[in-house]
């Protein structure tokens, strides 16, 4: 008794052949509002605090070490008013023993976590007091901060018109 096998051909498709499929758009995203800085950074590192700038910088080009895009001084203005909203403001120290910081403090900050270069920062100072100078005060906006009956929307109107000259100049 012999069998025979049947050989078995792949079943033929009746439909047209497939051309390209069409796609659907993927969904777009609100443009990103370019006035709009990061949310604020967290404490340096102790790593930030210790290692110098220089150090990290040659570390980063190795890919050692991460650092942050820089903010131009408009930004930057701007970060300082949600740096100051995140950690508190404070007069006469740069951070007080509760870890509030002032003006320049909050600067500082954010150039050490790398959010601002030295440049920018020195650049965004000028708008401040430029803006300051426009209010007919003469004196450093780090002073202004100290002054008797300043308050925080005080600060963070300075800082906003600030950041607003910045922008228009297109600093």
Sequence with gaps: MTTTLKSVAPPVSRRAPAGPRPTTPAPRRPPRDPRVPPPP??????GQRVVP???QRLMAGL???????PLIPSL??????????R?????SLDVDPMGRLCMRGAQTLLEKTGYVTPDARHRAVDHLHTVL????????????????????PHVKALLARAADHAHT???
């Design 63 to 69: 890919g050692l070490w991460q650092v942050p895009n």
């Design 53 to 55: 700038g220089a150090t």
């Design 169 to 171: 100049i297109g600093d």
């Design 76 to 85: 930057h203005l701007l970060h300082t008013i949600s740096v100051l909203e």
């Design 133 to 152: 100078a426009q209010a007919d005060v003469h004196m450093p906006f780090y002073a202004w901060n100290d002054l008797p009956g300043r308050t925080f």
């Design 87 to 91: 950690y508190g403001w404070c007069k």
């Design 41 to 46: 950074p967290d404490p340096p590192t102790w």
